[in-house]
């Protein structure tokens, strides 16, 4: 029997997959465990595994292609087995042998063309060319083998339009005879609609613009973004933090750590700040159930990571759990493996479950403050601008010092102004005396 391998689901919320690579060609030998594709999903890159031996026999989906979880994307045949050749036309049978030898002058007739339901049609291209009319026994595929694909079906529907569009109008003429004309009413009894001031269509693209396609990762951005500004009651909460104790420590930490070849962030620093912060202030270490608040008991801190353009860009979150119990070098080397990953390999659902709370930290681009979008379901997020060393002002004397503005956005429903101003006061007291993060 031959293998179907389908669009596995990778993640909870994942309803499509798009194939990014192909590792195999039709008529390679996989065992199991072996990768067969690089899949786009909602949230990450990841790999598409084989779970039986045998031989590809079919690759169903192509690269660049989104299908829906469940969909074929490639069939295996077992070792030794026989590739049957494509289904040919059923027999006759008993019902239709009278109707045929009653009817001998449709034998005489040439084969008809395979209907669509024989020929090799991706599902995404079947769906198309029923929402639009297209008879596929009529298309050529461009696919692999023959087959049919999205491509194909959006062709011959934009023919189809081109052609309804020049039908010239003395063909009007042989056209069945019209219904009675409607009443007419006097246009000028009834209220004018405003016109709007601005035209209700885009400018029209210019040679030079380019349009890209959006991928899934991408649209589930946007679609989470929309839905938690919608959803969620934001409001902001900024301080401006000291960080001459912090920018020190670090210096001292990497100076004794150099030949571990361990190398601290400020943003490690940060990571292990808030979530001993959260720690402390249990009421921020939470999230909206509709009808109730969940407090949770781990402290586990998304980071959020930009990809490459190379990896089609976004930004991902990956989660260092149970941040309040772990040492700082601990956490470095766990947040360099993460991002690594991201940037490279992609994330599993693993790596992305879990957060209470995140940190977005722009600082390295060189932005001074910023606010961020909560990432669904934490009820919190901060945004962190560069440490900057600046004129300042301290003991009332004026000198240099390094500064960094910090804004926390929240969730309403869950967040107290007053709770978020206690969080971030504990976090500006463990930033500025830091003897606190080392224990």
């Not at 009653?102 to 084969?111: D, L, R, V």
């Amino acid at each position: 029997m031959p293998i179907e391998i389908t669009m596995p689901r990778l993640s909870d919320t994942m309803e499509k997959g798009t194939i990014i690579k192909w590792h195999v060609a039709e008529g390679d030998e996989v065992t199991a465990g072996d990768v067969l594709a690089d899949v786009e999903t909602d949230k990450a890159t990841m790999e598409m595994q084989a779970f039986d031996d045998g031989n590809v026999t079919h690759i169903a989906v192509d690269e660049g292609q989104a299908v829906d979880v469940g969909t074929v994307v490639a069939v295996l045949a077992e070792e030794d087995e026989e590739v049957p050749p494509p289904a040919a036309a059923a027999p006759p049978t008993e019902a239709t042998e009278p109707a045929t030898a009653a009817e001998p002058a449709t034998a005489a007739e040439p084969a008809p063309a395979r209907s669509s339901s024989q020929r090799k049609v991706t599902p995404v291209a079947r769906r198309l060319a029923e929402s639009h009319g297209v008879d596929l026994s009529t298309l050529e595929g461009s696919g692999p083998g023959g087959r049919i694909v999205k491509r194909d079906v959006l062709t011959a529907a934009a023919a189809g339009d081109e052609m309804r569009a020049a039908v010239p109008p003395s063909a009007a003429a042989t056209a069945p005879p019209a219904e009675p004309a409607p009443v007419v009413v006097d246009q000028s009894t009834m209220p004018v609609p405003a016109t709007p001031v601005h035209p209700s269509q885009p400018a029209p693209l210019a040679a030079s613009d380019r349009r890209e396609p959006v991928s899934s990762m991408r649209q589930t951005i946007a679609r989470r973004l929309v839905e938690s500004k919608q959803e969620i009651p934001h409001y902001q909460v900024s301080m401006v933090m000291e960080m001459d104790a912090i920018v020190e420590l670090r210096k001292q930490l990497n100076g004794e750590l150099s030949e571990q070849g361990v190398k601290l962030s400020v943003n490690d620093l940060l990571v292990r700040a808030c979530a001993i912060a959260m720690h402390r202030n249990p009421l921020m270490n939470a999230s909206w159930d509709g009808d109730a608040i969940i407090y949770h008991s781990e402290v586990n801190i998304g980071v959020a990571v930009a990809l490459p353009e190379s990896r089609g860009g976004g930004l991902v979150v990956p989660v260092i759990r149970g941040a309040d119990t772990k040492s700082l070098r601990a956490i470095s080397a766990e947040t360099r493996a993460l991002s690594e990953k991201a940037r490279t390999r992609g994330l599993s659902v693993e790596d992305m479950e879990g957060a209470t709370f995140t940190i977005s930290n722009l600082g390295m681009f060189g932005v001074d403050a910023f606010t961020a979008i909560i990432n669904p379901p934490n009820s919190a997020i901060l945004a962190v601008g560069a440490c900057l060393q600046k004129p300042v002002v301290r003991a009332g004397e004026l000198t240099v010092g390094w500064e960094m503005n910090a804004t926390l956005s929240n969730d309403h429903r869950v967040v107290d102004g007053a709770t978020a101003a206690r969080w971030l006061g504990t976090l500006k007291e463990l930033i500025e005396h830091p003897a606190g993060i080392l224990v």
